[in-house]
Nanobody, 125 residues
Framework: QVQVVESGGGLVQLGGSLKLSCAAS????????MGWFRQAPGKEREGVSC???????TYPDSVRGRFTISRDNAKNTVYLEMNNLKPEDTAVYYC???????????????????WGQGTQVTVSS
């Protein structure tokens, strides 16, 4: 069955770095757009990055220049490298697969059909 599983979260100090991984199974990763979202306590879910099948990436202003999404189709894995982390980056981070009919990135969670369980990222000041 289709699964996406995140890993790599943890506790990091202000200005530190983390690299999250999203292992995909049950489908061929190269045929799908993939996204990363996050949700902090008491806040709405926020899209933080998306990568198309061709490798084009999008970011919101809040993370642009600090976060980098990438994909390794041979390993069925999507990555999110996060640098210069701030306390406001603290959240549960989720990987998700965009519905198959879409070819362009989307920041709307409703356009994604499979989600991981999430991985906690905590940035201390």
């Amino acid at each position: 069955q289709v699964q996406v599983v995140e890993s790599g979260g943890g506790l990091v100090q202000l200005g530190g770095s983390l690299k999250l991984s999203c292992a995909a199974s049950g489908f061929t990763l190269e045929y799908y757009v993939m996204g990363w979202f996050r949700q902090a306590p008491g806040k709405e879910r926020e899209g933080v990055s998306c990568i198309t099948r061709g490798g084009s990436a999008t970011y919101p202003d809040s993370v642009r220049g600090r976060f980098t999404i990438s994909r390794d189709n041979a390993k069925n894995t999507v990555y999110l490298e996060m640098n210069n982390l701030k306390p406001e980056d603290t959240a549960v981070y989720y990987c998700a697969r965009l519905k198959g009919q879409y070819r362009l990135c989307s920041s709307s969670g409703a356009d994604y059909d499979y989600w991981g369980q999430g991985t906690q990222v905590t940035v201390s000041s």
